[in-house]
């Protein structure tokens, strides 16, 4: 190895909570005496994770165990094989390791006999920690490198009640894929890897995965309160609730018809038809000539007023 950077937890966070999870499918080949005798409690199994060592020379099987807080009913049953994810708690002075998942998630693969499938560098791992030291492993025949850094972890432990702390070395190899990823990788920095367990370094007790992503994490934020719109506010069932419909004191005026512009400005107004006048004959008729004078006198008739009806005298 060269190129190693000193140990620097400038930036780790204060709170410590940065699990190790894992994700296969195990086979039970043991399953052992519950916890206790209570309905529920902690109910446990051996299995194995393979490996097919780093270089691929070093095929291995850990032994384990997997653990579950379920009833008789729910409890995995031997020589089966599951598809599950569970918590990984490795033990920092040796191999063992426990796994802690639910047990209601779980899906039975088959038997030990009729499962066909590979297992051998097909855990996959998603690790949460703090980057604590990373090296540089030269590639034979090339200028290349892979990075190998080492995170810490802390995580809960349900049967002890308290917290466990271990650490996970993980290794980026200089594909056209994570090549630019190296440079990403910083001590101190808060790190999720994805990736797969394929060794057990016995000198330092450390797992080995090998990683295909990487997130580097931003660390805590604080929050400014932003206001909240009206329409913004959730109900206990988790519904938006919509806006109130408000109405403005004082609405616009709109324009009424007589306002409105005429849609058709071409040619001349018309004129209105001229009032129709009518004259009162003599048993208060209105006709439209004047009746004939008496002789020897002018007419007397009255007009009819402007702008009424003329009727039309019932005389022959």
Same mark, same amino acid.
């Given at each position: 190895?060269?190129?190693?950077?000193?140990?620097?937890?400038?930036?780790?966070?204060?709170?410590?909570?940065?699990?190790?999870?894992?994700?296969?499918?195990?086979?039970?080949?043991?399953?052992?005496?519950?916890?206790?005798?209570?309905?529920?409690?902690?109910?446990?199994?051996?299995?194995?994770?393979?490996?097919?060592?780093?270089?691929?020379?070093?095929?291995?099987?850990?032994?384990?165990?997997?653990?579950?807080?379920?009833?008789?009913?729910?409890?995995?049953?031997?020589?089966?094989?599951?598809?599950?994810?569970?918590?990984?708690?490795?033990?920092?002075?040796?191999?063992?390791?426990?796994?802690?998942?639910?047990?209601?998630?779980?899906?039975?693969?088959?038997?030990?006999?009729?499962?066909?499938?590979?297992?051998?560098?097909?855990?996959?791992?998603?690790?949460?920690?703090?980057?604590?030291?990373?090296?540089?492993?030269?590639?034979?025949?090339?200028?290349?490198?892979?990075?190998?850094?080492?995170?810490?972890?802390?995580?809960?432990?349900?049967?002890?009640?308290?917290?466990?702390?271990?650490?996970?070395?993980?290794?980026?190899?200089?594909?056209?894929?994570?090549?630019?990823?190296?440079?990403?990788?910083?001590?101190?920095?808060?790190?999720?890897?994805?990736?797969?367990?394929?060794?057990?370094?016995?000198?330092?007790?450390?797992?080995?995965?090998? =990683?295909?992503?990487?997130?580097? *994490?931003?660390?805590?934020?604080?929050?400014?309160? $932003? @206001?909240?719109? !009206? %329409?913004?506010?959730?109900?206990?069932?988790?519904?938006?609730?919509?806006?109130?419909?408000?109405?403005?004191?004082?609405?616009?005026?709109?324009?009424?018809?007589?306002?409105?512009?005429?849609?058709?400005?071409?040619?001349?107004?018309?004129?209105?038809?001229?009032?129709?006048?009518?004259?009162?004959?003599?048993?208060?008729?209105? =006709?439209?000539?004047?009746?004939? *004078?008496?002789?020897?006198?002018?007419?007397?008739? $009255? @007009?009819?007023? !402007? %702008?009424?009806?003329?009727?039309?005298?019932?005389?022959?």
């Amino acid at each position: 190895m060269s190129k190693s950077t000193s140990k620097s937890m400038s930036n780790a966070p204060v709170r410590k909570s940065h699990s190790f999870m894992v994700s296969s499918v195990f086979e039970v080949s043991e399953t052992l005496p519950p916890a206790d005798n209570r309905a529920y409690t902690y109910r446990g199994s051996t299995v194995a994770i393979t490996c097919s060592g780093w270089e691929g020379d070093n095929e291995q099987e850990y032994d384990g165990d997997l653990i579950a807080y379920s009833s008789a009913t729910e409890a995995v049953m031997e020589n089966h094989c599951y598809s599950l994810k569970a918590k990984m708690l490795p033990n920092p002075e040796n191999a063992d390791y426990k796994l802690y998942f639910e047990a209601d998630h779980k899906i039975l693969v088959g038997t030990s006999e009729t499962f066909a499938g590979e297992l051998h560098n097909n855990t996959a791992a998603s690790g949460f920690g703090v980057v604590t030291s990373r090296q540089e492993i030269p590639e034979p025949d090339t200028e290349d490198v892979t990075l190998a850094f080492v995170m810490s972890h802390v995580d809960y432990n349900p049967e002890l009640r308290d917290y466990v702390e271990f650490e996970v070395e993980y290794r980026i190899r200089p594909t056209i894929k994570l090549k630019r990823s190296q440079n990403i990788i910083q001590d101190g920095k808060e790190t999720l890897v994805h990736g797969f367990i394929v060794d057990w370094d016995p000198e330092v007790n450390r797992w080995i995965v090998e =990683v295909t992503a990487i997130n580097v *994490a931003s660390g805590h934020e604080v929050l400014s309160k $932003k @206001r909240q719109d !009206a %329409g913004s506010k959730v109900t206990p069932t988790g519904r938006v609730r919509p806006a109130k419909h408000v109405t403005q004191s004082s609405p616009t005026p709109t324009a009424g018809p007589s306002k409105l512009p005429s849609a058709n400005k071409k040619g001349k107004k018309r004129q209105p038809p001229p009032e129709e006048e009518g004259y009162f004959d003599e048993k208060g008729n209105i =006709v439209m000539s004047p009746p004939p *004078a008496p002789e020897g006198q002018p007419s007397k008739a $009255k @007009r009819a007023p !402007a %702008g009424r009806a003329a009727k039309k005298s019932k005389l022959g």
